[in-house]
Structure formats: structure tokens, C-alpha cells
């Protein structure tokens, strides 16, 4: 069945406007630097709440990681304006720091990166040790790449019907879509892909790129986002992981199994020494949270309860997409028209046919994403599109966008304006002329400017903070919802810290 055949079945039992209906949210991730550009050594804003219980902003890896997460919204704009008012708040509490506004980071200079601390609590502790872990496993550095998470949940009416919970529907559903997501994972890198270069500075402890733009700066000439290459969170340590996503069921399995089966070279790394925690555990995966996915499954957030049980007892609840990279010329990091065209990838998921996925196709699809990480703008770049066969990305990249404009057609109905066409013409123009692709225009930067990596972005960097520092919430209420928010996340803190349980305790319980 062809996309259109799908479509029209779909508006047989729905009403069009549904399409609208998908709950979009966001989390962003940025390293806090001294005016000069070398990471922030200082420790979280207290101005900013808990890092451990704000529901808006919270730290990553790094002490000097902020991650701003938005609330879901139906609207795209919305979201935008949410997470443009937590920059406003940040901005206002971080002094004369500013945000780092590219996924690759920025001047590391020897020891700098502090690893998040997130108080003495049990559920602290387990944040930061595994923090710990994470940087024995992998080096602190890597860790410091930073990039969007776009959170996706269908209309519940797609599975609720009569008032009952359609679960076992919306679990296979959304398997599927995740598959097929999969599939597709390279065109979004190749068109909001923002990370062609990197500092020097940036060691990761394996290959480098390949050409010197500069005295301080590394590039590929091809590339589009190293963030997604083995330089950046694709760790080749995880490169055996098999983790099935023909099912929930086998990926619960798959996964679990994951964080139980030691490996040989976390062994060495040991638990403990001289007293103290080097990590969780030594299998394979501290927790499901360090398999590096492109789209992940999530569950309903509970507390005290790791995911993959949430996901057991109560299913998928939303999509979390994993390969946007920061957009350094977009203040907030990430653009509508991003956001529209990535909710269209998603319901072109949906709707197409999505067959179990093979270990054949799986290593293809990773493939296909490091090609595309490192020479997506090769105009002689071919992908892998079925068995033994290889197609251009062009070719490969129009027929995608000829049915996400199907897609956007009805998406844009009963609208005055076209948003979501816009966004697909706008991707057709990248695939047509690589050059004005994110990070076709970063590279461009750097060679109209005479600059290297540091320096373009330090500016970018200035200039946002100029735009946030002089800019007022969007609406009146928001200043009101912050200042809660800040107060109720220094309370459950204080409350968690209360509690008397052992962490060892505490961490064989949430392991079990």
C-alpha cells in the first residue's frame, strides 16, 4: 500500500485535523562557557533550582551542561517559545557565561570537565556514578557533545477507543514507526546535520578528522555532523549491541539483557576502588539509558523506576528522536521548520508498511548514518537501499520528500498559511544544493569569516546571549511557572535527601 492509499484509509476513520494532534516536546542540551570560550568551571546556577528535580532545566554529563526541557505541544511554535523562555531564564542567572551553541564542543582545556553532582540523595548518587562510569567507559570528553532530543506522541485517539486503552495496538504501532525511523535516520542528518568541524581541542581518544582548517581546527570536507560519526556519542564500544526492535517485548528483552551480561573490559575498570564507586555495575549497559539509539521508545516518567520496567507495565508513550544536532544559527538551537519536517518523517513512518528489520538492514541503516555523518555532502555519495543495491542520496533523499509534501498537503489543510510545504521545500532545496545545508553554511562561515571552529561559534554565541539578555518572557505568566517550578525542585530535593535508605540499597532495588 502506497503512502496515499494509507492516507485515505487513515481519513476513512479519522478526521484529518488528528494529524495535528501529535504532542511534540523538547530537550536540549548546551555547555555553559567563560566569555572567552573555554568550558564554565563553575558549578550549576543555584539561581536556576535542583538540577536533580526541575522539570525544565537540569544538567547532562557535564556540571556545565544545561538541559532545557519544554512541556508537550500540539503547536511547533509553541514549543519554541517555551524553550526561547528558558533561555531567557538561563541568561539571567549564568552572569557574564554564555551557551555553547554547536553539538561539537567548545576550548577543553586540561581536567576541565567536572561531572554533574546532583546532591547525596539515593537518587542523586545514582546519577552521578553513573556519570562516573561513563567517563571511565568512554572518556569525559565525548561526553560533552551536545545535541536536540525531539519527543513525539501520537494522537491518543489513534488507539483509545470506546474509553479503553488500546496499549497492545499503540505498542505495535509505535515498534513500527520506530523501525521504519530507522530507516530514515540518515536523511535528517544530512539535512539539519550542523557539525562538519570541530576545536582541536576536542581529543575523543580515537581517529580525528582528516583535514586541518586551521592551527585550531579540524574538518571533514564532506561531513555533516560529526556528532553523529564515531566522534561523537556513537561509541564503537556499543557497536556489537543487538538490540531488537521487531517488538516491544524483544526489545525489553534484548535490552535488559544488556544491562545484566558483564563485559570483560568494564570488569577491569572495577566497581569499587580505594572506597569508592567507578560505576554502577560492569555489564554491558550501566543502565538502558547508555544504549546510544537513534529513536528510542519511552515511557510515562515515574519515579524512582528505571524505564524499561515502565515500559514493560505501561507501554510506549512517546518517540524520543536522538539525531538533531544543535543549529548554531538558530538562537535556540533548533528551527520550526525542523521541528515540522521531522513530525512529517514520523507520520511518513507511520503510515508506511514497516517489516521486521534484519541484522542485514540494521547494519545497513548504521551504515547509511556514518556515511552520511562523515561525506553527506559528497554529490557522489551512494546509500544502501535494499539487498545488495546502493542509490544516490538524491534520489534516495526525493523520494522521501515526495511523500512527505502528500504529508504536508494535508497537515497545512484549512490553514492561511503552508508551514509544514514550506518545510519540505526547504529540504528539497538542501538535497538539491548540499552547500546550503547547516553544514554546508558552517563550513562557508568559517571561510568568508577567515575563522576557525572556536572563534565563528564564540560569536554566534555572543550574539544570542545579547538577544536573550534584552528579551522579556513571552507571556506574563511564565516568569510566575519558572519561579515555582525553581522553589518546588529545592523542596523534593531537600525531601529525597531526607530519605535514610543506603545507596547501595537503593541501587540494588532500582536494578533488580
Known amino acids: 500500500m502506497t503512502l496515499r492509499q494509507s492516507l485515505r484509509a487513515f481519513f476513512d476513520e479519522h478526521p ?22 573555554p568550558l564554565a568551571r563553575t558549578p550549576h546556577p543555584p539561581a536556576l533550582g535542583a538540577a536533580l528535580t526541575h522539570p525544565y532545566v537540569t544538567t547532562d554529563y557535564a556540571e556545565a551542561m544545561l538541559e532545557l526541557i519544554t512541556p508537550p505541544f500540539t503547536d511547533p511554535e509553541v514549543v519554541l517559545g517555551f524553550l526561547d523562555d528558558l533561555h531567557v531564564l538561563v541568561h539571567r542567572h549564568i552572569g557574564d557565561e554564555l551557551l555553547w551553541p554547536a553539538s561539537m564542543p567548545c576550548i577543553l582545556r586540561p581536567g576541565a570537565v567536572r561531572i554533574a553532582e546532583y546532591g547525596p540523595s539515593p537518587q542523586g548518587l545514582l546519577r552521578h556514578v553513573y556519570r562516573i562510569g561513563l567517563g571511565h567507559r568512554y572518556g569525559r570528553l565525548m561526553q ?35 523501525r521504519n525511523s530507522v530507516r530514515v535516520a540518515w536523511l535528517p542528518c544530512y539535512l539539519f546535520g550542523a557539525s562538519p568541524a570541530m576545536c582541536r581541542s576536542y581529543r575523543p581518544g580515537h581517529a580525528l578528522p582528516s583535514a586541518p582548517w586551521s592551527e585550531t581546527t579540524r574538518y571533514e570536507p564532506y561531513a555533516t555532523t ?21 517488538s516491544l517485548s524483544s526489545y525489553i528483552t534484548t535490552l535488559t539483557d544488556a544491562t545484566r551480561t558483564p563485559d570483560p ?14 560505576q554502577l555495575s560492569t555489564s554491558v549497559l550501566q543502565t538502558e539509558n547508555e ?70 538492514e540494521s547494519f545497513d ?58 518545510a519540505v521545500a526547504e529540504a528539497r532545496a538542501r538535497v538539491a544544493d548540499p552547500e546550503i545545508t547547516p553544514s554546508g553554511r558552517f563550513l562557508r562561515a568559517l571561510e568568508t569569516r577567515g575563522s576557525g571552529f572556536a572563534e565563528y561559534v564564540l560569536e554566534r554565541a555572543r550574539e544570542h546571549a545579547h538577544r536573550y539578555r534584552s528579551a522579556s518572557y513571552s ?37 533488580a
Open 16 to 37: 484529518p485535523e488528528l494529524l495535528r494532534e501529535g504532542r511534540k516536546g523538547l530537550e536540549k542540551e548546551s555547555l555553559r562557557i567563560d566569555p572567552e570560550g
Open 144 to 178: 560533552t557533545v551536545a545535541g536536540v532530543h525531539f519527543n513525539y506522541s501520537f494522537p491518543e485517539a489513534l488507539w483509545t477507543r470506546d474509553g479503553e486503552d488500546g496499549g497492545e495496538e499503540r505498542n505495535r504501532r509505535l515498534m513500527d514507526v520506530l
Open 226 to 246: 560529526l556528532r553523529m560519526s564515531d566522534l561523537g556519542y556513537q561509541n564503537r564500544g556499543q557497536s556489537p549491541l543487538r538490540i531488537d526492535l521487531n
Open 265 to 278: 573490559a568494564y570488569e577491569r575498570i572495577g566497581v569499587h576502588r580505594h572506597g569508592r564507586r567507578r
Open 291 to 360: 544504549y546510544y539509539a537513534y529513536v528510542r521508545p519511552k515511557p510515562r516518567k515515574v519515579a524512582d523506576e528505571r524505564p524499561l520496567r515502565s515500559l514493560a507495565r505501561d507501554g510506549i508513550r512517546y518517540l524520543e528522536v536522538r539525531v538533531l544536532d544543535l543549529d548554531p544559527e538558530a538562537s535556540s538551537g533548533v528551527r520550526s521548520a525542523t521541528l515540522r519536517l521531522i513530525e512529517l518523517l514520523l507520520w511518513r513512518c507511520f503510515f508506511l508498511p514497516s517489516p521486521l528489520l534484519t541484522a542485514c
Open 365 to 422: 541503516a548504521h551504515a547509511n548514518v556514518r556515511l552520511v555523518a562523515y561525506r553527506g555532502r559528497d554529490p557522489g555519495l551512494k546509500l544502501a537501499s535494499g539487498p545488495g543495491e546502493r542509490r544516490r542520496l538524491a534520489d534516495l533523499a526525493g523520494e522521501i520528500l515526495d511523500d512527505l509534501e502528500i504529508l504536508a498537503e494535508a497537515l497545512d489543510a484549512n490553514r492561511p498559511d503552508t508551514p509544514y510545504a514550506a
Open 475 to 511: 507571556t506574563p505568566e511564565r516568569e510566575e511557572i519558572f519561579e515555582e517550578a525553581r522553589r518546588k525542585s529545592l523542596e523534593e530535593r531537600s525531601r529525597l535527601e531526607q530519605n535514610r535508605e543506603s545507596f547501595e540499597d537503593y541501587l540494588a532495588r532500582y536494578l
